[in-house]
């Protein structure tokens, strides 16, 4: 397994949630019942005039419960005190609503973007381990494909070279000879399609090796032959590095983001961060539902509908709340947003498979 690339994305990830989860919390008067019995702040030290530290805004009333355990985890990671239900219709709906919203300073109101994010992420990736997509197991190597093919080979071979003697000693008008000359042609078909693969895959000499052309460069050389000789690690290396790098989105869509607006007055990158983040939150809740939908059996329109459709519709919407975009402007830059997505899709790629080699 990758140590430098996992170390990297466990801190980035470990800080998030370490920020998202701090709650500070000091010495005080404690009852039986695990609940604090203060009257100045336990944080701080100022005296109490509400329900919340008029200094530093700690909570007063505290609890010292699993139950507030629970509370906090779940609050911190999604704010589940009001905030999500205010947040998800509109994100929904409404997302241009939502980010311009957060944007003029009406923050207190709903879920953070980031803290939507990584509830999205962490959602989408154990459901897709619970309902089964995952890295295909069982992915050969380059040695036990080879064989396998070589073996294949032999067969057919060994099977042509029976059904020939058979022909050659059965009687030319009778039944007998008709189908196994039927059943020879069909081997001689499948061989031909075995030797067209055998110059494609196989080493056309000794059968021994799958030909890849070498970079010429000595680390993605190297990248290539991990690949090559175990596929199966590799491709969980890459499924575990998209989880734990999927922050690195925000920052690689943000200089496209940019492009689109540098000539407009007043649109910042900050706007342009908070629009992607909850955008990429909305796509991830997204693919959630489809999961489970079609886990429960839904459709195959309705899956595909949701998977190319609803993006786009969102994704116009999006851009036209959250800019204040007429319909035309919004439609010429969603044609442009699609191409620029496709493009920070193949830089993450890369980014991982270059992780990956670590």
């Given at each position: 397994m990758?140590?430098?690339g996992e170390?990297?994305?466990?801190?980035?990830?470990?800080?998030?949630?370490?920020?998202?989860?701090?709650?500070?919390?000091?010495?005080g008067?404690?009852?039986?019942?695990?609940h604090?019995?203060?009257?100045?702040?336990?944080?701080?030290?100022?005296?109490?005039?509400?329900?919340?530290c008029?200094?530093?805004?700690?909570?007063?009333?505290?609890?010292r419960?699993l139950?507030?355990?629970?509370?906090?985890?779940?609050?911190?990671?999604?704010?589940?005190?009001?905030?999500?239900?205010?947040?998800?219709?509109?994100?929904?709906?409404?997302?241009?609503?939502?980010?311009?919203?957060?944007?003029?300073g009406?923050?207190?109101?709903?879920?953070?973007?980031?803290?939507?994010?990584?509830?999205?992420?962490?959602?989408?990736?154990?459901?897709?381990?619970?309902?089964?997509?995952d890295?295909p197991d069982?992915?050969?190597?380059?040695?036990?494909?080879?064989?396998?093919?070589?073996?294949?080979?032999?067969?057919?071979?060994a099977?042509?070279d029976?059904?020939r003697?058979q022909?050659?000693?059965?009687?030319?008008?009778?039944?007998?000879?008709r189908?196994?000359e039927?059943?020879?042609?069909?081997?001689?078909?499948?061989?031909?399609v075995?030797?067209?693969?055998?110059?494609?895959v196989?080493?056309?000499?000794?059968?021994a090796?799958?030909?890849?052309?070498?970079?010429?460069?000595a680390?993605?050389?190297?990248?290539?032959?991990?690949?090559?000789?175990?596929?199966?690690?590799m491709?969980?290396?890459?499924q575990?590095?998209s989880?734990?790098?999927?922050?690195?989105l925000?920052?690689?869509?943000l200089?496209?983001m940019?492009?689109l607006?540098f000539?407009?007055?007043?649109v910042?990158?900050?706007?342009?961060?908070?629009?992607?983040?909850?955008?990429?939150?909305?796509m991830?809740?997204?693919?959630?539902?489809l999961?489970?939908?079609?886990?429960?059996?839904a459709?195959?329109?309705v899956?595909?509908?949701?998977?190319?459709?609803?993006?786009l519709?969102?994704?116009a919407?999006?851009?036209?709340?959250?800019?204040?975009l007429?319909?035309?402007s919004a439609?010429?830059?969603l044609?442009?947003?699609?191409?620029?997505?496709?493009?920070?899709?193949?830089?993450?790629?890369?980014?991982?498979?270059?992780?990956?080699?670590?």
């Amino acid at each position: 397994m990758t140590d430098i690339g996992e170390a990297v994305g466990t801190t980035v990830e470990g800080g998030l949630f370490a920020r998202a989860l701090s709650r500070s919390s000091g010495p005080g008067a404690e009852r039986t019942d695990g609940h604090f019995q203060e009257t100045v702040c336990l944080n701080c030290g100022t005296p109490l005039i509400g329900a919340h530290c008029h200094d530093c805004g700690q909570a007063a009333h505290l609890h010292r419960t699993l139950g507030a355990l629970g509370h906090d985890l779940m609050h911190g990671v999604l704010h589940l005190d009001g905030k999500a239900w205010r947040t998800l219709p509109l994100l929904a709906w409404r997302p241009g609503d939502l980010t311009r919203r957060y944007i003029h300073g009406e923050r207190a109101k709903f879920v953070s973007p980031m803290a939507l994010f990584l509830f999205s992420i962490f959602l989408m990736f154990a459901v897709f381990q619970a309902i089964g997509i995952d890295t295909p197991d069982g992915v050969e190597t380059r040695n036990a494909i080879t064989t396998e093919m070589a073996a294949d080979l032999a067969k057919l071979r060994a099977e042509r070279d029976r059904l020939r003697t058979q022909l050659a000693q059965a009687a030319k008008d009778s039944s007998r000879y008709r189908s196994i000359e039927s059943r020879l042609s069909a081997v001689d078909e499948d061989l031909a399609v075995f030797q067209s693969a055998k110059t494609l895959v196989l080493d056309s000499e000794n059968g021994a090796a799958i030909t890849f052309a070498d970079t010429g460069i000595a680390f993605f050389d190297r990248t290539l032959d991990k690949w090559r000789e175990n596929p199966g690690l590799m491709l969980y290396k890459l499924q575990a590095n998209s989880y734990k790098f999927s922050w690195l989105l925000i920052p690689l869509s943000l200089p496209f983001m940019w492009l689109l607006f540098f000539w407009k007055r007043g649109v910042r990158m900050y706007d342009h961060a908070i629009f992607v983040t909850y955008s990429i939150a909305f796509m991830s809740l997204l693919f959630v539902a489809l999961s489970l939908l079609g886990t429960l059996g839904a459709p195959e329109t309705v899956l595909v509908t949701g998977a190319t459709a609803v993006p786009l519709i969102h994704l116009a919407r999006h851009l036209k709340g959250t800019y204040g975009l007429s319909r035309r402007s919004a439609a010429w830059r969603l044609c442009a947003l699609t191409v620029l997505i496709m493009i920070v899709i193949m830089l993450f790629l890369q980014i991982l498979l270059v992780l990956g080699a670590f």
